[in-house]
């Protein structure tokens, strides 16, 4: 069992970066794939990124690609989200999440992970 917490949101000017962290508890951290999910406000959770056991792999949605990055540090149980040239409709609550298999052909199906954060704020000013 891992328990996440996610932390780095606020606020920021549209064009600007932010860096957002899921720190994980459990010895078993490098067995977990973890993904990062966000929600806008009236919208449905949207995929927008996945990092593989030891970060070999990753998935990143088209909306985000070229502008998000994950990563991970298995040694600090700990992954990120690097976010810049940040957009108006960037803005949602940021879900890191985990599950034990990878798959890049269901990686971005929220409902096949098993643990989740409480969520971060991501606002994003235009």
């Known amino acids: 069992q891992v328990q996440l917490v996610e932390s780095g949101g606020g606020l920021v000017q549209a064009g600007g970066s932010m860096r957002l962290s899921c720190a994980a508890s459990?010895?078993?951290?490098?067995?977990?794939?973890v993904g990062w999910f966000r929600q806008a406000p009236g919208k449905e959770r949207e995929f927008v990124a996945a990092?593989?056991?030891?970060?070999?792999?990753?998935y990143t949605a088209d909306s985000v690609k070229g502008r998000f990055t994950i990563s991970r540090d298995n040694a600090r149980n700990t992954v990120y989200l690097q976010m810049n040239s940040l957009k108006a409709e960037d803005t949602a609550v940021y879900y890191c999440?985990?599950?034990?298999?990878?798959?890049?052909?269901?990686?971005?199906?929220?409902?096949?992970?098993?643990?989740w954060g409480q969520g971060t704020q991501v606002t994003v000013s235009s």
């Open positions: 999440a985990a599950r034990t298999v990878w798959g890049t052909k269901t990686t971005m199906m929220s409902g096949l992970y098993n643990y």
């Open positions: 459990g010895r078993t951290f490098s067995s977990y794939v």
């Open positions: 990092i593989s056991y030891s970060g070999s792999s990753t």
